[in-house]
């Protein structure tokens, strides 16, 4: 009876073992890949985004990412903000037709940016670091796929650069994406308010304007005559009385 106790309760534990390993991921590290944040922005507008990329080497860092930028949605105006023991390079490419930025004609956009870390600023095991980046006018399309290298400094790299399927599952090594939503109508294009034409009730209201500026001058009037009364009256009180 003990002996089948013992084996019943090895038994329970492995299946524990098992199940844990195949719901909780034990096998093997969770996958953290590069993204974009925020995940969206307006089509039109300008967008200040940072990719975030974790380390997920337990013995390397981080020491340089790349970033591509569609082909298919040519951003004219990039600009990236300075990320501390980082240096940035800046490759453009030929566009055609030329990218309107301000009113002006642009012929090169953006293609790819190289981050590279100095010294020992890589990203540690443990850790992720942002890479700020404004950019726009962004293109009329509904998403722009910024393929992305990251390279350890153990030699290894991660290539994330597997565009996204509608209705499929999430690839092993995504591409950071950003949805671009269409920009809401300008409140200027609502039609101006027509003029409101006279009513009645106007018509009205500047009679009896009329007749209070008519009843004003009156009174006015009778106040004057009051005044000359009283003079003619006071003046006849001054003057003596003839003796008949």
């Not at 195949?22 to 300008?46: D, I, M, R």
């Not at 023991?85 to 030929?94: I, L, P, S």
């Amino acid at each position: 009876m003990t002996r089948l106790r013992r084996t019943a309760t090895a038994a329970t534990a492995l299946a524990f073992t098992a199940v844990a390993t195949a719901v909780l991921g034990f096998a093997g590290p969770a996958s953290a890949h590069v993204t974009v944040n925020p995940k969206e922005a307006t089509q039109g507008g300008y967008a200040r985004v940072a990719f975030r990329v974790p380390n997920e080497s337990d013995t390397a860092s981080t020491t340089k990412v790349e970033v591509v930028l569609p082909e298919n949605a040519p951003v004219g105006s990039v600009s990236t903000m300075p990320v501390p023991g980082w240096t940035v390079a800046v490759e453009k490419r030929k566009v055609d037709p030329p990218i309107e930025v301000h009113g002006s004609p642009i012929t090169e956009a953006v293609a790819k940016l190289t981050w590279t870390a100095t010294g020992d600023a890589g990203v540690k095991p443990g850790q992720f670091q942002e890479f700020p980046v404004s950019m726009g006018p962004l293109p009329q399309v509904n998403t722009m796929v910024f393929k992305t290298v990251q390279t350890y400094s153990d030699g290894n790299v991660s290539r994330w650069i597997e565009e996204p399927t509608p209705g499929a599952e999430e690839p092993e090594h995504p591409a950071p994406v950003l949805t671009l939503t269409a920009a809401s109508p300008s409140a200027s294009a609502a039609p101006a308010a027509a003029p409101v034409a006279a009513t009645d009730d106007d018509d009205d209201d500047e009679g009896e304007g009329a007749a209070v500026g008519l009843g004003v001058a009156g009174l006015v009037a009778g106040l004057a005559g009051l005044v000359l009364g009283g003079l003619a009256f006071a003046r006849t009180r001054r003057e003596p009385v003839a003796k008949s």
